[in-house]
């Protein structure tokens, strides 16, 4: 029997997964050892193996076949517009993508005046204000600190995630619009679905049933 390859996103999600896999009666020992140096885990006994990898690159090993499934934010699913399937929604990592910007800046989104918006994710941003609100902006990569654009000038709002909103109230921004709600979502490969749909749904029901 062939290993079911699983990418997950380092850091919260990756923990997050592994305690469901844990609670579903999945465990896999070998990536509690902190000081491991090891880049593939695996569960021999359930026929998966682990890697850890940035979150971007999730959906990129899932489309081609490198990993069977991935656990990462639908943030990056939109941003990274990847041929996957999505199939589930694991219910943690919960928050939402947001325009925000200064109060002054409403008009100008509801005039629907050309501006500039500041983002990390430029995708998730042309797609939201050319599809969705068909306003023509010009975006701003960034990869730092976003809420910065509005306060120094270079961009009128951001696109950005957004969990407390703290950040933003500390630097007198606001959530002027939600562009879509974002949690922990696992994909799975195209061709993998036809070929090892048995076990994936398996997997997936029982993931399902400690949600």
């Known amino acids: 029997m062939r290993y079911l390859t699983i990418a997950l ?21 070998e990536m509690k050892d902190k000081n491991s140096r090891k880049l593939i885990f695996t569960n021999e006994e359930a026929g998966l193996r682990f890697f850890l990898a940035k979150g971007p690159d999730v959906p990129t090993y899932v489309e081609y076949g490198a990993a069977d499934l991935g656990v990462v934010g639908k943030d990056t699913i939109l941003e990274e517009g990847r041929k996957l399937y999505e199939v589930m929604d694991l219910g943690f990592g919960k928050c939402r993508m947001c325009v925000c910007g200064p109060k002054e800046a409403l008009p100008l989104l509801e005039d629907k005046r050309l501006i500039h918006v500041a983002t990390k994710y430029p995708n998730i941003a042309k797609d939201y204000f050319f599809n969705q609100r068909h306003q023509t902006v010009e975006i701003i990569k960034l990869n730092g600190s976003i809420e910065l654009a509005p306060i120094v000038g270079l961009s009128e709002v951001i696109v950005d995630i957004v969990e407390t909103g703290s950040t933003l109230r500390e630097n007198g921004l606001h959530v002027l619009d939600e562009v879509c709600d974002l949690s922990a979502r696992v994909v799975v490969n195209q061709v993998s679905m036809k070929m090892e749909a048995r076990r994936i749904r398996e997997l997936l029901a029982l993931l399902k049933s400690v949600c």
């Open 9 to 29: 996103t380092k850091g919260r999600l990756a923990e997050k997964t592994m305690a469901l896999f844990e609670k579903a009666g999945i465990p896999c020992e």
